[in-house]
C-alpha cells in the first residue's frame, strides 16, 4: 500500500478504526496458522499410527497409543518447535515390545534391523512412562555430532533442560524418520551395563543396527539425539 493511499485511508476510517482493522486482520492470520499447524499434526499423527499398523505392532499396542490422539494434539499445539526438530514420536517400552521385535521395524534400503544387545543388559538414567507413550520436541542428534555421549552430549543435554533419548525413543526415531540417512545416533538416556551406551547406526550393507559403545568415545557420524518433554 502506497503512503497517499494509506493517508487516505486513515482520514477515511480514522487511525483507532485502522488500528483495529490491522489487530483483526493479525488475529484471523494467527487463527489460519494455528489450523494449519494443526492440520500438520493430525497428518504426522496419522501417517505415525499407519506405520506402526504396517510394521506389525500388535493391535492393543497401536490402540494405546492412537487413543492418545486428542492429548498429544493439544499438547502440540501449545508448543513451540525449533526448526529441524520433530514434534513428536510414538514409543513402546521394551516391557510392551522387546528390542528384538522392534529393530526390524527400522528399514533402510530394503533391509531390516536387528540389534547385537541383549535386553536385560540395557538400563535407563532417566524416567519414562510404563505403557507405550509420546516423547514431544525431538532433536535427532544432529546438534551433538562428534560429542562424546557422556563428557559433552549428556552435560550438554541436561544444561539445555532437555532430555536424552533411551535406547526404545532411538529405535521409534528410526522407524518414523530417515535419520540414518544422515547421521548415526547415541541413545543417552539407556546405558549398557555400566560403562556402554546403545547406539542405532547402518552396519556395511546399509543394515539398521542396535549395537553399543562406551561413554567417552566420540565420532563425527555420530550424535546423541534428545527430546523437551515425555508422557
Known sequence: MGKLCLMSLLREVGLEKFNNMVAEAQNQLLVE???AKRGCFEQLFDTQIATLEDRGVPKQIVE???NQRSQVLAKANKMYFDNGCLSFLPVIPRTYLS????MPMVFK??????TELK????????????DPY??????DGKAMLGMAPMQKAEKLINEQMRFGLTEVEVIALGIH???LSKHYVDAVGSRYYSDGIPYLFLEVGKKPVLSRSHLDVDDNHFGAASCGSRG
Open 177 to 179: 524418520t530417515d535419520v
Open 99 to 102: 528390542i528384538y521385535s522392534q
Open 33 to 35: 496458522n494455528r489450523w
Open 134 to 139: 509420546y516423547i514431544y520436541d525431538i532433536e
Open 109 to 114: 534400503s530394503g533391509n531390516a534391523g536387528f
Open 64 to 66: 494405546i497409543l492412537q
Open 119 to 130: 535386553p536385560n543388559n540395557i538400563t535407563d538414567v532417566i524416567d519414562t512412562p510404563d
